[in-house]
Each structure stands twice: as structure tokens, then as C-alpha cells.
């Protein structure tokens, strides 16, 4: 075998040559999976969604890493500096505004952390 068994894929029986793309059995359903030597999320997923136990258990035994949650971004966020309070009418109005252009024309959350926004959010507190 080209590579070292680690993390999920000491579940499933590679083939001789795992360089490139392949096909690995599942130990436990014996169903494919694809995979590649330069990733393992769909053995991951596999087991993940397949086999719930074991997949429990290997992330207690740390063969497979926990996934990283990750948080929404916010606008204040993306403000450096606060120079204006909270509650300054100026600061009031330049969120009311941002808020009102998300959700009137119903952007995708995932505008707020656009650098163009943040450019945007920085001159219309400047100039408010």
C-alpha cells in the first residue's frame, strides 16, 4: 500500500495502489466509497451517516477529528475601532440602514462578512 492507514480510513479494505483517485469497501456494509489520496471526508461521511456508532467512537478515540463549528460573522464584527457608542444616533442609523439592505432585498447572510460590505459599513458610519 502507497499510503499509511489513518484516521477513518482504517475502516475500509483499500485497494493495493491508493494513489490518485480509488474505491474503498466498507468494513461493516461492504458498500464503495470514492476517494482520493488527497482527502477522506467521503469515508468520513460514510461512517458519519452509515455507521453512527462507530463513528462516535472513533472520534472519542481521536481517529477522526471533530468538526470545527464555525460562527456567523456580524457587521459590528467588521467594524475596527468603535468610534461611536452603541447607542450614538449616527451608529443607530448606518446598522438600520445595512439591516434594511439585507433584508429587503433578501441577501444571503454570508453578505456580512464581504470585504466590500465592511468598505461600505466603514464609510456610511464615517459619513453619517
Not at 464555525?70 to 467594524?79: K, L, R
Request: aromatic share 6%.
Amino acid at each position: 500500500m502507497a499510503t499509511k492507514l489513518s484516521s477513518p480510513l482504517i475502516h475500509f479494505e483499500l485497494p493495493e495502489d491508493t494513489t490518485g483517485n480509488y474505491k474503498a469497501k466498507c468494513k461493516y456494509c461492504n458498500s464503495c466509497i470514492s476517494g482520493s489520496s488527497k482527502t477522506s471526508s467521503n469515508f468520513t461521511t460514510h461512517l458519519k451517516r452509515k455507521h453512527p456508532k462507530i463513528y462516535e467512537e472513533a472520534q472519542k478515540s481521536g481517529t477522526i477529528a471533530k468538526a470545527k463549528v464555525m460562527e456567523q460573522a456580524t457587521v459590528d464584527s467588521f467594524i475596527t475601532g468603535k468610534k461611536y457608542d452603541q447607542n450614538d444616533v449616527r451608529q443607530c442609523r448606518a446598522i438600520d440602514a445595512l439591516t434594511s439592505l439585507i433584508a429587503e432585498n433578501m441577501l444571503p447572510l454570508s453578505i456580512v462578512e464581504s470585504l466590500h460590505l465592511e468598505s461600505i459599513a466603514i464609510h456610511l458610519i464615517l459619513v453619517l
